[in-house]
């Protein structure tokens, strides 16, 4: 989307709107840490986000990924930063192809600052002058693709504070094919408004999008707004000056500041605000809640579907996706990064045939076995595991390894089952409650445009070792409104669905459109799941030390158990599943397996190509686990 529709749009509606600037960290570990801030400052509602350009070498290449990072991963409309510095021709073109495939249509085009072994800018061979030059270039390249920004300077730049000739160069820039500003930042906001008003009286008609920063820190305030050569009003400074050496005061005081500040411009009538998060989420969360801006539970955060919709290209019309990645996003967009077509009003033949391979970016378990052993703790049986999974319910841990992301809100309807079942050794990995016809505006329940219903099947996704699993079988044959699907780490599947077909489990209604299914239940789509599902327990055990109880727990998790997941195709009822589950448990909670011998721990076969067990259990699946065979239920 652009960012000129989405200004429109704030104009249209009268409701104050926001967006975040990061810049690429120096070190890989900051780039990850980054990208978790990032996604958890998606929550805070931006309408975009902007990267800044590092011009040359892995810095610039550094931009390009937070570019597709944010776009096809975290679901976030990105705005990216082209300067002229150091950059010929071919490089800018390089990077504007990058972003064009990353699905981005919006740059923000600059001069740049010179190179920091250089007093003065100059010009690349080949390159480009002025930003005007480059958006002139990029509207000849790609059209009206890209939505182009370019900066204004309220109070002058660094090597120029003519304001008559910077508001002329400013209109060469819009007259070139930009269609809004991003000002420089400024606390002065009474010289902000009055420069505005002159921006106007020369013809400048695109919008004005302020630069806000926050405060974090006295110093932190003083070097950035010294850096930038921008006034700071004296009475930021009489109430600032006395406490700097105490930080949680300092930013008590600069959230009223800045808070008090975006008011006022947006009583000037303007709507939408820039803050420069210096890839801090803190601050910046202050001022939006001071400003009471941050979604609530009477204001939730609007969301198109139920799922984070990946905006990489060729992906924005995607609404169908199996349910088994719900709390795995990032995954499954790499697994089907190369599909040719992404389904879309139903899930079926429009798909690739195949999902991509486990190793790709963003599928394997991430962090260091010392940081999972501190996350995770050293599970020695299965109480300890199922200890795990409570914790996660009741929101003590925000992460397990099938899950990047904490419980969702929702849970909280089957939360005490849920709680029930983990507590009897069947661990729980993924689950929905069922929806009967809530409105798409619910706060917890709601997705789509408004005016609409949404619907839920219950659906419960769990791993569970073979006695419990013949024994739940057995049981489902009882309740023909159940369907399952069943399946070893080897590939024994069992399931009682009478199709290969996807079976719609949330769809949505709503006026003037057709019946909306965004998520789904299908065998060859478990399948590709299952890979993932055991490899990721697989990596969880090798965090541990070789023959240690932890490592002979998970792996025997790993290679003995099922992964089932359940649906309930009454979605009147949300129980039966939990009926049917009522009374199970595993037999030995507190047993610690000892280190196998002859392939043997505490009498259970570890071998992933068997899914016999050894310890008198039939094999259940009655295929003696032969690869990917298929059992269908009666």
């Known amino acids: 989307m652009h960012i000129r529709d989405m200004l429109a749009e704030a104009e249209r509606t009268c409701e104050p709107s926001f967006s975040f600037e990061y810049f690429p960290p120096k070190t890989a570990q900051g780039v990850q840490n980054l990208y978790e801030r990032m996604e958890r400052m998606y929550n805070f509602g931006p309408k975009f986000i902007d990267i800044t350009w590092g011009a040359g070498g892995r ?44 699905g981005c249509t919006n740059i923000l085009a600059l001069r740049g600052d010179p190179p920091r072994d250089k007093e003065k800018w100059e010009a690349a061979d080949d390159g480009f002058r002025y930003a005007r030059d480059l958006v002139l270039h990029i509207r000849k390249t790609y059209g009206d693709h890209f939505d182009i920004g370019v900066a204004g300077y309220p109070e002058g ?179 089907t990064q190369d599909w040719d077509e992404f389904p879309n009003g139903r899930w079926g033949d429009s798909r690739s045939p195949a999902f991509g391979e486990l190793d790709a970016y ?37 992460y397990l390894p099938w899950s990047e992301a904490p419980v969702a809100e929702e849970a909280d309807l089957i939360k005490n089952e849920l709680i029930d079942l983990n507590k009897r050794g069947l661990i729980t990995v993924n689950s929905q409650p069922a929806i009967n016809g809530v409105k798409s505006t619910h706060p917890v329940h709601g997705w789509g445009p408004a005016n609409g219903y949404v619907y839920q099947k219950a659906y419960l996704e ?42 719609a489990v949330t769809w949505g209604v709503f006026p003037g459109k057709e019946i909306v299914q965004p998520t789904i239940v299908e065998r060859i789509s478990f399948l590709a799941w299952k890979d993932e599902a055991f490899q990721l327990g697989t990596e969880w055990a090798r965090c541990y030390d070789s023959g240690s109880p932890s490592r002979l727990l998970l792996d025997n998790v790993m290679n003995t158990w099922y992964l089932v997941n359940i649906v309930n195709n009454d979605f009147h009822n949300g129980q039966t599943i939990f009926e049917v589950l009522n009374g199970l448990e595993y037999p030995d909670m507190d047993k610690v397996p000892e280190a196998p011998t002859n392939g043997v721990a505490n009498g259970v076969a570890t071998d992933a190509s068997n899914d016999a067990t050894t310890n008198g259990i039939p094999d259940v699946a009655g295929k003696g686990g032969a690869p990917a065979s298929i059992e269908a239920a009666a």
């Not at 399952?484 to 290969?500: E, I």
């Open 59 to 102: 810095v610039a290449e550094l931009t390009c990924e937070m570019v597709v990072q944010a776009q096809a991963y975290l679901g976030l409309e990105a705005c990216m930063h082209l300067t002229c510095t150091d950059m010929g021709v071919d490089k800018v073109n390089d990077a504007l192809r990058k972003a064009y495939k990353a």
């Open 157 to 335: 730049c660094d090597d120029n504070k003519d304001e008559d000739l910077l508001l002329d160069h400013l209109k060469e820039k819009v007259d070139a094919g930009a269609t809004f500003i991003v000002t420089q930042m400024f606390y002065d906001v009474d010289n902000f408004l009055r420069w505005v008003k002159r921006v106007r009286e020369h013809g400048i008609t695109v919008p004005i999008v302020p630069g806000i920063m926050p405060i974090a820190t006295y110093a932190s305030f003083l070097r950035r707004a010294n850096h930038m050569k921008c006034k700071i009003p004296q009475e930021w400074m009489d109430k600032l000056e006395p406490v700097k050496n105490d930080d949680v005061a300092v930013r008590e005081i600069g959230k009223t500041l800045v808070a008090d500040m975006c008011r006022k411009i947006l009583a000037a009538g303007i709507r939408h605000l820039h803050f420069y998060t210096m890839n801090l989420a803190q601050a910046t969360r202050m001022v939006l809640e001071e400003l009471d801006w941050l979604p609530s539970p009477d204001r939730p955060l609007k969301q198109p579907l139920p799922w984070k919709q990946s905006l990489g290209f060729g992906r924005r019309g995607e609404d169908v996706r199996p349910i088994f990645w719900r709390n795995r996003n990032k995954s499954y967009v790499a697994r």
């Open 362 to 398: 963003g599928i394997g378990l991430t962090g260091s076995n010392e940081q999972n052993r501190q996350k995770w703790g050293e599970p020695r049986c299965i109480r300890d595991l199922s200890d795990l999974f409570v914790r996660y319910l009741n929101k003590d841990i925000p």
């Open 462 to 503: 769990l791993f569970v070792s073979p006695e419990l699993f013949t024994e739940i079988k057995r049981r489902i044959e009882n309740h023909p409104d159940l369907t399952y699907h069943a399946v070893t780490k080897s590939g024994n599947l069992h399931t009682n669905a009478q199709s290969d077909g996807p079976n």
